[in-house]
């Protein structure tokens, strides 16, 4: 599955890195810790996080992650979205939580 | 916050990095780790070996940023091994063995409101590391060495 493909069946915003969602999903992540993050999601994995401030972007680069999800109507810091450019990340939005986030997308996952 | 970038390589193929890390200076967090993996891409390491390079990159830097004053992360790239020293002046760890545990962490809270301070720092490292040692002195600092080899080997 594309992010791109991601963004349309989850109703998700495009905050950031709009030249990237042709990259394929390896799977997904759920923390709000960062090391943790940082020891157990796998590059390519899309993150869904409620942290909005810029270092999502530091350990989203260093994985090479293909997405980022900020969840729950959580509005990322625009120094956030400014990196997530400069480095070309992908930053999305949902207005759902990370549970209704994370449930939907393991079902896009693993059907079939 | 001064970041060099100044990489040097000379004839045995040796890369040497420096960047200075200034403590709470959480805006430029991570741009010391993700500046090596960049170097390690560039000349081709394995993506395997490079992860286990910017986890414990990043872990030794945000040690500097969360806990201390100041501090150097410094790294050696050669086509064998990377080596990664970070050194800061700071208030030390009085107790390595409980530092050393995963979930036991002295961060404030508004530190791990954001997300960091897990306690899983040091841990972290240690296991992407095929060596690690650390020299802690309290109230004047501390001293980590990562070397990771250029060889396959499971996470």
Known sequence: MKVKELVA????????????LERDITGAYVSDLLSDV???ARE????????????????????NLAAVIVSRGAEPEEATITKAEEEGIVLLTSREPSFEVAGQLYRLLHKG | ?????????????????????EGG???SAGEASIRLKHTLQHIGYPASLIRRVAVAAYEAEMNIIIHADSGVLKAEV????????????????EDIGLAM??????????IREMGF?????????????????????????????????????TN
């Not at chain 1, 909005?52 to 994985?63: D, E, G, K, T």
């Not at chain 2, 045995?12 to 960047?19: N, T």
Request: contains cysteine; hydrophobic residues 40%; proline residues 5%.
């Open chain 2, 25 to 27: 200076n959480f805006l």
């Open chain 1, 38 to 40: 940082m020891s157990n």
């Open chain 2, 117 to 153: 301070g897990a306690g899983m720092g040091l841990p972290n490292i240690k296991r992407c590391a095929d060596i690690f040692e650390i020299e802690t002195h309290v109230g004047i600092g501390t001293k980590i060495r990562i070397v990771i080899f250029n060889k396959q080997k």
């Open chain 1, 9 to 20: 069946a989850l109703d998700l915003t495009v905050r950031s890195g709009a030249a990237k």
């Open chain 2, 78 to 93: 050669t086509p064998e091994a990377v080596t990664i020293w970070a050194e800061d002046k700071g208030p030390g760890i």
């Open chain 1, 44 to 63: 390519g994995n899309v993150w869904i996080t409620l942290q909005i401030h810029p270092n999502i972007v530091a350990v989203a680069s260093l994985l």
């Open chain 2, 1 to 21: 916050m001064k970041n060099g970038t100044n990489p040097e390589a000379d004839r045995d193929q040796k890369i040497c990095l420096s960047f200075n890390v």
């Open chain 2, 101 to 110: 545990q995963e979930g036991y962490s002295t961060a404030p809270n508004y």
